[in-house]
């Protein structure tokens, strides 16, 4: 019965090609734009670490001026001090801990043709690359005590790694930059964790640091992060007066072995703030924080307003898109009110009609699902084209759920879209059309 329900509906929708086509345009450009939006605002809303939302934590602590709160919210600083960063490092109470930075490093390459340029670097601990799980390719990231001995060693990521050693295993080479030399002793796979929730202070979707370097070198070569360095009093002249001022630029995260362990961190934090009170220091209201990955995204408001509102526009256009088609649907269906008569007539149910009808609903769903697929991945082609390799260019991708998600949209709309001109079509009377005919 379904195989002849849809050869009924491939001939009552060649009958009328024009509808038809203006019914299928509807719902692939509402499709289209509500998918092009939803791909983007999810690829925005990711969180990179899920598998250990339980694990790793973002620590804050409010040392921020008594008269005025970090921001309008009234959330404590982003970032942290020097100070503060290294106290917490140096307690080891958590199972791992780093402390970051990004800077710039001129590199030299041994290869004479190619010129010197500079490359980002993010200044960190080696405790860095197990808390986020960093994929390696080649060697591996360091151990405590090249962290405290400020070791010259280096990862390379593997853009940087393939313009300087055409992307062999270069573990155990060396190479110069910003004057020394510098053992490479790890290479990363690709990695680009979007959004970069670990330093989200210089773009939440910018690209990973090209290379990363023990987290006492930076300090050691009186570097300042080349993001963000905010203070809220004077630091005072000189790099020392500097690293004890209560100015923030340094990102710090922990892991920890799961909730319970977390809720004993935070009482860490707050009996360590309690002490610096007592020493002059941290003038407004206790308000620390230790946030897990999502809470720290949700906090920073990755996913800007603009880009929800410009999904939720894309729906509403989807909405208006859906209702032109409800209008085209029951113009059609009520245009062949003789013909349900007569099915009617001859014995055809209420229910065989519905079910009819719905079918050719979804017939012209199918349809719109393809040029609705066409049409996302049209728009996705165009910002990717727009933005070419920045942020919103990376996230412009069609994965396979989205297909998944794109088609049962407009199969799903289009039938929602027939649930009304069907039941419109079940109505019909056979007796009044028989005789008008």
């Not at 490359?119 to 799980?133: K, Q, R, S």
């Amino acid at each position: 019965m379904i195989q002849y329900y849809l050869w009924l509906a491939a001939r009552s929708l060649r009958r009328n090609p024009v509808l038809t086509v203006l019914m299928v345009a509807a719902i692939a450009l509402g499709i289209g734009a509500a998918m092009t939006a939803l791909t983007v605002l999810r690829a925005m809303s990711g969180n990179p670490m899920a598998h250990r939302e339980d694990r790793v934590y973002r620590p804050q602590l409010d040392n921020w001026s008594p008269n005025n709160a970090a921001d309008q919210y009234g959330n404590p600083p982003n970032l942290m001090t020097y100070q503060d960063s290294m106290a917490l490092y140096r307690a080891q109470r958590a199972t791992r801990q780093a402390a970051m930075f990004p800077n710039v490093v001129p590199v030299e390459p041994e290869n004479p043709e190619v010129r010197p340029f500079q490359a980002t670097v993010l200044y960190t601990h080696g405790d860095f690359f197990p808390m986020f799980d960093v994929p390696f390719a080649f060697g591996g990231g360091w151990d405590r005590r090249a962290d405290d001995d400020n070791a010259r060693v280096v990862v390379l990521g593997k853009a940087l790694n393939d313009r300087l050693f055409g992307g062999e295993d270069s573990v155990g080479r060396r190479v110069r930059m910003d004057g020394e030399d510098y053992t490479v002793a790890g290479v990363l796979r690709d990695w680009d964790p979007q959004p970069k929730f670990y330093e989200i202070s210089s773009g939440a979707f910018n690209d990973v640091e090209e290379m990363f370097m023990p987290f006492g070198i930076g300090i050691e070569k009186e570097r300042t992060s080349s993001n963000n360095n905010n203070c809220w009093s004077d630091p005072g002249p000189g790099y020392q007066n500097w690293l004890a001022s209560e100015c923030i630029w340094m990102a710090f995260w922990v892991e920890l072995p799961g909730r319970a362990e977390a809720a004993r961190y935070k009482d860490f934090l707050d009996g360590y703030v309690q002490e610096q009170k007592r020493a002059g220091r941290f003038p407004r209201p206790l308000n620390n924080r230790l946030s897990s990955v999502s809470e720290w995204l949700s906090e920073r408001r990755v996913v800007s307003q603009d880009a929800q509102t410009q999904t939720w526009l894309a729906f509403a256009f989807l909405l208006v898109c859906l209702i032109n088609t409800v209008g085209l649907l029951l113009a059609k269906f009520m245009a062949r009110a003789s013909e349900i008569g007569l099915r009617r007539a001859v014995g055809a149910s209420r229910r065989q009609i519905f079910a009819q009808f719905l079918i050719e609903s979804g017939a012209v769903g199918v349809a719109g699902a393809a040029a609705g697929l066409l049409l996302t991945w049209l728009g996705l082609l165009g910002l990717r084209a727009l933005y070419g390799d920045g942020a919103i260019g990376q996230m412009a991708v069609l994965d396979t759920g989205m297909v998944g998600i794109t088609v049962a949209a407009a199969i799903a709309a289009s039938l929602l879209a027939g649930l009304l001109p069907t039941w419109q079509a079940c109505r019909i009377t056979p007796a009044l059309q028989l005789k008008s005919n």
